[in-house]
């Protein structure tokens, strides 16, 4: 069993930038793609950025793309979400998650474990 614990969020201005961090509990963490999502009031949980196993491969949704950057070290189990020009519409809840497997994928079916979420506001 995977657990993952989010933090770094916090409320931040537009325009402003914020570090999430997901620390995982598994020594097989350096076997495992893994991945942020979002998740906003009424809204459906979407994907936000990927990882593989390696940290040589990432993929980011469209809205994301170009501010907000994804990576890992395997070192110390943990991944990062380092988020760059900020708009309210990124205000939701973040999730770090993990599929059983080392490939990048984007689904949330695809991911079998998740941390309880770190909230990330950002105000106009």
């Known amino acids: 069993q995977v657990q993952l614990v989010e933090s770094g969020g916090g409320l931040v201005q537009s325009g402003g930038s914020l570090r999430l961090s997901c620390a995982a509990s598994?020594?097989?963490?350096?076997?495992?793609?893994m991945g942020w999502f979002r998740q906003a009031p009424g809204k459906e949980r979407e994907f936000v950025a990927a990882?593989?196993?390696?940290?040589?491969?990432?993929y980011y949704a469209a809205s994301v793309k170009g501010r907000f950057t994804i990576s890992r070290d395997n070192a110390k189990n943990t991944v990062y979400l380092q988020m760059n020009s900020l708009k309210p519409e990124d205000t939701a809840e973040y999730y770090c998650?993990?599929?059983?497997?080392?490939?990048?994928?984007?689904?949330?079916?695809?991911?079998?474990?998740w941390g309880q979420g770190t909230q990330v506001t950002v105000s106009s």
């Open positions: 598994e020594r097989a963490f350096s076997t495992y793609a």
């Open positions: 998650a993990a599929p059983h497997g080392p490939l990048l994928v984007t689904r949330v079916y695809d991911y079998d474990y």
């Open positions: 990882i593989n196993w390696n940290g040589d491969s990432t």
